[in-house]
């Protein structure tokens, strides 16, 4: 396996083993293979997939090779394929691509046909990167976001069978669960993501609110905070009402967030300026790193939706994209003290990761 360590672990105050900010293994397993193969059927199947990576965003694409072949250099164009849910529950209808990103952590139900595929093997494709996901892959990621001798662009095959006795219609149009969360917006909360560095000078990654919030004990706060500072994320407990999160990304990558005992309608995207000040952050052991906060903030233009994100699904994943603010709506009818997080899983460790209670 590989991976970036960083400068922080030169140092030799730095705890050993020490906290990584991201990891990146360079070959892909599935079900507890690597680059499996199954012998599948020419008709509809349902595959129910999960991305358990640590820190990638996977990128799929489904392509023809000949029988047999281990690699994509004899690759036919991507194959399409249905979206019909994701995290919680079926969408509000299915929708057909040839791309999909799957953040960390995230859920996505697809529906692909082999019928026609007689004979022929299917690869599973990754076009995403083997570093931090900005937004960009395929033919937009640069060398530096490659591995040497690259075995991550596969991720399993399907081998088709000449007969099936079974007989299948799959229909798109019967997908259409779900109709996104109609209650009344009590609220509006600012809440961002924040890189900074811990005590050691390791990066940090945190969260934090993008405007000056009062926390459970009465103290304002701004910017990025760690996890065990006192709680800002207090919502109501309002089974019929809702709150939007507009989460604020000022940091150079993509973050899967991920709220508990919830689930929430993907809204919108909008890009922002903003300036990044510099403050001091206090760690779970009473020293300091360095956090920052946002100010100035300017809203930018609509981002328009895209094609190889799909969201018209109950959520309880969101990948916020760089410098983009996110609105997602969510309705808290679960009282109690939970988290929401970064779920890279790196991230969340050190210390992306704040407590959420409810009422």
């Known amino acids: 396996m590989q991976t970036n360590l960083g400068n922080a672990l030169e140092n030799d105050e730095v705890p050993k083993p020490s906290a990584l900010a991201e990891f990146f293994g360079d070959h892909m397993v599935v079900n507890g293979l690597i680059w499996p193969k199954a012998d599948v059927e020419p008709r509809n199947y349902r595959l129910r997939l999960i991305n358990g990576c640590d820190s990638r965003f996977l990128v799929y694409r489904f392509r023809v090779v000949p029988a ?38 995230g859920r996505y139900d697809v529906i692909f046909d082999f019928k026609n595929l007689q004979g022929m093997r299917i690869i599973m494709e990754n076009v995403g990167g083997d570093a931090p996901f900005g937004g960009d892959f395929g033919n937009e990621l640069s060398p530096d976001d490659l591995f040497p001798d690259r075995q991550t662009d596969r991720i399993m095959a399907f081998d088709v069978m000449q007969v099936s ?26 809440v961002a993501l924040f890189e900074g560095n811990d005590e050691y000078g390791r990066l940090q990654p945190l969260l ?24 800002t994320e207090n919502p109501a407990f309002a089974p019929d009402d809702a709150e939007i999160w507009e989460i604020y990304n000022a940091t150079g990558d993509a973050h899967p967030v991920h709220l508990h005992l919830v689930n929430f ?41 895209m094609t190889v994100y799909v969201e018209n699904s109950p959520k309880d994943m969101v990948t916020a994209l760089p410098f ?28 992306m990761m704040r407590v959420l209670q409810v009422g």
């Open 68 to 105: 047999g072949a281990t690699d994509l250099s004899n690759a036919g164009a991507p194959l399409p394929f249905y979206v019909i849910g994701s995290d919680q529950g079926l969408a509000s209808a299915a929708t057909q691509t040839d791309t999909l990103v799957h953040e960390p952590g």
């Open 165 to 190: 006795n079974f007989e299948d219609g799959f229909d798109p149009s019967v997908i259409n669960q779900y109709g996104g969360n109609n209650n009344d917006v009590i609220n509006i909360r600012k």
């Open 208 to 231: 934090g609110v993008a405007e000056p919030t009062v926390d459970v004990q009465g103290n304002t706060v701004n910017g990025a905070i760690a996890w065990a500072s006192s709680t």
């Open 265 to 305: 309608e993907i809204l919108d995207r909008q890009e922002f300026t903003a300036d990044l000040i510099e403050q001091p952050i206090l760690q779970h052991n009473g020293t300091f790193g360095v956090g920052f906060r946002l100010e100035n903030i300017v809203l930018g233009d609509a981002v328009p939706p």
């Open 324 to 351: 983009q603010v996110t609105r997602i709506k969510t309705t808290f009818e679960k009282p109690g003290r939970y988290v929401w997080h970064c779920h890279i899983l790196s991230h969340e460790d050190h210390e």
